[in-house]
Each structure stands twice: as structure tokens, then as C-alpha cells.
């Protein structure tokens, strides 16, 4: 099995939506767009993958947002050395269709009170239907690195939510824990590397709101 030395996450530079949450009453979630400040901070991350990959060759997997696409084009990569696949499965949360903004702001306070990762929005996805799809996408991944040739990084361009359950079902975080850690900034990257334990390590931790507390401590 040819595991990779590295495998980057990076979330999509600032979009529309990010901005003025009135977008999403005209337009879809997956059409919105980045910012002028949005493709900055894409270019900027890209400078920095640019250095980490080198000359080697690199496994790209896109959420198919136009966000995130336009996110990976910002970053310049050599197009010699990268294979690049759209994958559904790293889409944003579903959170219905066209949403009411007042609405939404009402759904986001009960979920905050019922918890992000159990609560589902109306006609949408709950925390735990992305944890899943997120999950399955896993298992196509480790199958890729039977092949005896798969590039030595893998390089994912999807959203804040998919990230950090990326990481929670790589590393066997509990709910408690995924809940208490707060999304990446927009173009913010994590990395997990390889070590010589053949064990993979986070590059670095993503920020902390609160301490974890399970579901099931009452007062």
C-alpha cells in the first residue's frame, strides 16, 4: 500500500455567502462565488502548497462547488503534476434549498442548542448524515493507496464542516470532542503527515471554543 506522505485540507477561500448571508434567498448554496478578498487569500495558500508539494505529484479531490473550484484554480498548481477529481462527498452541509435568511438564523439557534453535529436542518443535513458521506469518501480513499504508483500527497478542497469531520473520523474523535473545535478561517489549511510510526499526525490543532462535554453528562 503507497500511502501518502501528506494529506492537505483546505477550505475554500471567502465567498459571497461568507459576507451577506441574504445570497442564499437568490442564489444556490453551490453557485455562490469567491470575493476578490476570497481569491487573495486562495492565491496566498497556494503560494504556500506550491513550497510543501514541490515537484511531486499530487491526488486532488474538489467539493463540486463553483466556490471550491475556484478556490483550487487560485492556487496555481502544475497541472503535470496533479490529477484532479470532483467529489460530491466533500460538499457543504446540505441545509435545503433556497433559504429564508430569518429562518435560517432561527434553524442555526436550535442547533445550537441541540447540538451541530445531531441537529438537521429542515429538508437539509444533520452533522451526522456529513459525518457519513464523509466516511464512505474515507473508504474510497484508502482504497486508492493499494495502487502501487498513487501520488505521495493528497490534496482535498472542500468546506469547514467536511474538514473537521475528516479529522474526527480519521482520528477517532468523539462527538464531544468534534463539537467543542471551531471551523478553519476561510483558506485556512490543515495537514496530516506521515510519520515514521507509519501513524498520521494533525500539523497543527484546530481552535478550541469550549471544552468538550458529552452528550450524555446531565446536570
Known amino acids: 500500500m503507497a500511502r501518502p506522505r501528506r494529506i492537505v485540507l483546505v477550505r475554500h477561500g471567502e465567498s459571497t455567502g461568507n459576507i451577506d448571508d441574504s445570497v442564499y434567498e437568490r442564489e444556490p448554496d453551490h453557485a455562490l462565488a469567491l470575493t476578490e478578498r476570497g481569491r487573495r487569500q486562495a492565491e496566498e495558500t497556494g503560494r504556500t502548497l506550491r513550497e510543501v508539494f514541490g515537484r511531486e505529484r499530487v491526488s486532488v479531490y474538489v467539493s463540486p462547488y463553483r466556490r471550491t473550484h475556484e478556490t483550487l484554480d487560485a492556487f496555481r498548481l502544475d497541472p503535470g503534476l496533479i490529477r484532479v477529481r470532483e467529489e460530491p462527498r466533500l460538499r457543504e452541509q446540505d441545509w ?111 481552535d478550541r471554543w469550549r471544552e468538550p462535554v458529552p452528550y450524555w453528562v446531565t446536570g
Open 96 to 206: 435545503g434549498n433556497w433559504q429564508d435568511r430569518d429562518d435560517v438564523r432561527l434553524q442555526k439557534a436550535y442547533r445550537d442548542a441541540y447540538g451541530h453535529f445531531f441537529f438537521r436542518f429542515p429538508q437539509g443535513e444533520s452533522g451526522a448524515d456529513v459525518y457519513d458521506r464523509v466516511g464512505g469518501f474515507l473508504e474510497s480513499l484508502f482504497r486508492s493507496f493499494e495502487a502501487p504508483d498513487h501520488p505521495p500527497n493528497v490534496l482535498l478542497v472542500t468546506h469547514g464542516l467536511a474538514m473537521r469531520l475528516f479529522c474526527m473520523r480519521w482520528f477517532h474523535w468523539t462527538v464531544a470532542e468534534f463539537e467543542s473545535l471551531s471551523n478553519p478561517g476561510n483558506a485556512e489549511m490543515r495537514m496530516l503527515v506521515l510519520g515514521e510510526n507509519g501513524k498520521y499526525t494533525l500539523d497543527r490543532p484546530f
